[in-house]
């Protein structure tokens, strides 16, 4: 994203086992729904990209600074969308396509035109591109614009210019703001950001403020993650060497409140646990991952999800690009059980704001968590307060099935 996670737009699916923070970075991603599972006859592309010019320092994702293999990978891209084509059902309309990352921004304008060429581009409602703030120019953003991009998601991550340098981020807060402007005196009308915080050092007073100039700037989409410091990341080393610390888990608890509050005074919607939007800006395809629409992940990395079973494309490139030029798709594939589906469905639902339906078997396990208030029942929806929101990943681990 210039953020997300390999797959899906921003979301990871988490095993009972791995169910660890409840707003850690990262924490996205599945597909049954909160409703009970039911098709709409919509389906989704996510498409990764992992190139980046510089590795962030709290980065997990699979990404890559091997910048001249873009064109090859893109061509290895559209070669796997023609090896694929039967993936999604027939009847399925692709109503969103989503170029994660990585950084999709480091695709050149050409090599872009071409892979939205081969993708169903008329028939998607939203297509979103991930883009670093340091790549925004007037050029590219009118370029995306004709070639029907009409949602950019920047990875701000902050304002302040000491923070910025401390992630390794490649821009500084005056970038991020022109880089937002730019884009929004180009026409996109539908711009979401993400922030980060309880990074180590970061006080609340400096997180307020984040929140307040992303309010200022007027974008209609904000995803905020809590940082995770995650194994095989430069922060992690430098934890182990005892130069940072992980966020005292209260700071992180009153940023998130503040976040939810701040937002929602500012007439921002909180519709999942990472994610606020204006009415009318929730983001399509990221919802689709909460309430069962099939998606086809194309790239190296990508998940896919066809109803009944997930399958991942090699998270390796020259292993992908030497793959999809012999013809075959690299990829591994787990059939869903009755019980995978089940835990997923809790696991997706309760972090939306429309909670997951309370069946007989989930009010069971439910009612310590009601009492405590950490759970409400609202029209026969089970839906997780703020303090339950608070240690999510406990609830959904008590609430699924073993
Ligand atoms: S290195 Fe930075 S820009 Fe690249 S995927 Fe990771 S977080 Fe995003």
Not at 19 to 46: D, E, H, P, T
Not at 245 to 273: F, I, K, P, S, W
Request: charge should be positive.
């Amino acid at each position: 994203m210039d953020e997300a996670p390999v797959g899906r737009g921003k979301v990871k699916v988490e095993s009972r086992k791995s169910v660890r923070r409840s707003r850690s970075v990262f924490c996205q991603r599945s597909g049954l729904s909160a409703k009970g599972g039911q098709q709409n006859n919509m389906a989704g592309i996510y498409v990764h990209i992992p190139f980046c010019k510089t590795r962030c320092a709290y980065c997990a994702f699979f990404s890559t600074t091997a910048l001249p293999m873009r064109s090859r990978y893109v061509t290895a891209l559209i070669k796997e969308y023609a090896l694929r084509s039967d993936y999604l059902p027939k009847d399925e309309t692709v109503r969103t396509i989503y170029l994660g990352g990585g950084t999709p921004s480091q695709i050149s304008k050409s090599d872009l035109a071409r892979l939205l060429q081969a993708l169903p581009v008329k028939q998607a409602e939203e297509i979103t591109i991930e883009a670093n703030p340091s790549d925004i120019t007037a050029r590219r953003l009118r370029a995306w614009r004709e070639m029907g991009i009409n949602r950019l998601s920047m990875g701000i991550q902050s304002f302040n210019d000491a923070t910025l340098s401390f992630l390794h981020r490649r821009h500084n807060s005056r970038r991020a703001k022109t880089a937002i402007r730019m884009a929004q005196e180009a026409g996109f009308s539908n711009i979401s950001i993400d922030l980060m915080y309880a990074l180590p050092g970061q006080t609340y007073e400096q997180w307020q403020t984040d929140i307040e100039t992303a309010l200022s700037m007027g974008v209609q989409h904000i995803s905020s993650y809590c940082l995770s410091i995650e194994p095989g990341t430069a922060l992690w080393r430098q934890r182990v060497k005892g130069r940072v610390q992980d966020a005292d888990d209260d700071l992180a608890n009153e940023m998130y409140a503040c976040l939810r509050q701040r937002l929602q005074d500012a007439g921002y919607t909180h519709y999942e646990v990472s994610n606020f939007a204006l009415p009318g800006y929730v983001s399509k395809h990221n919802s689709s991952y909460w309430d069962g629409t099939l998606y086809l992940g194309l790239g190296a990395g990508a998940h896919s999800y066809n109803g009944t079973s997930r399958q991942w494309n090699v998270a390796n490139l020259p292993k992908y690009l030497s793959s999809i030029h012999d013809g075959k798709v690299p990829c591994k594939r787990e059939m869903l059980t009755v019980t995978d589906r089940y835990n997923e469905q809790v696991m997706l639902g309760l972090r939306t704001c429309q909670g997951i339906a309370a069946t007989d078997e989930l009010m069971h396990k439910a009612q310590p968590y009601i009492h405590s208030g950490k759970l409400r029942l609202t029209n026969g929806q089970l839906i997780a307060t703020q303090e339950g929101i608070n240690i999510l990943n406990t609830i959904i681990t008590d609430l699924m099935r073993e």
